[in-house]
């Protein structure tokens, strides 16, 4: 079953339903649902991204700060800036390891998934066109 994508404004109105944003800046919510409605569209993705802004600030906040109440957000847009920097690098690493025949046919899809308007390129169809 294929799903729609999100749009930016879909992701974001998601997190102010279900987490608000009194912990996640609302910037910060905007700025990760910017990066995957550009990308992929997947809520699975701008959730993951939204945990590991929430992780790396939580590493980073002393123990003192972590159990005090807060009364604005601590999750800011630097925190999501190094939450998708982190995802970034596991993507270089992964294409760094894939053979040259990989390299060349991972290029073709992206080249021709933006020549198609993103539309989904079907491994037979790929094999055709290239």
């Known amino acids: 079953m294929v799903f729609q ?12 339903s279900k987490i608000g944003f009194t912990v996640v800046d609302k910037k ?6 910017a990066k ?9 993705q701008y959730l993951d991204l939204v945990e590991r802004a929430v992780i790396h600030c939580k590493r980073k906040l002393s123990l003192e700060k972590r159990s005090s109440p807060h009364t604005k ?17 596991k993507s270089k690493d992964i294409i ?6 990989e ?15 993103g539309k989904t390129v079907q491994m037979g169809k790929l094999r055709e066109l290239t």
């Open 5 to 16: 994508t999100y749009r930016k404004e879909d992701l974001v109105a998601m997190s102010q």
């Open 28 to 33: 910060a919510h905007e700025f990760i649902a």
């Open 36 to 44: 995957v409605a550009n990308s992929s569209g997947d809520a699975r």
């Open 73 to 89: 957000p601590i999750v800011m847009i630097r925190d999501a800036m190094l939450a998708i920097r982190e995802t970034n690098r």
């Open 96 to 101: 760094q390891s894939l053979t040259s025949y």
């Open 103 to 117: 390299k060349m046919t991972l290029c073709a899809g992206v080249h021709l998934a933006r020549k198609l308007g």
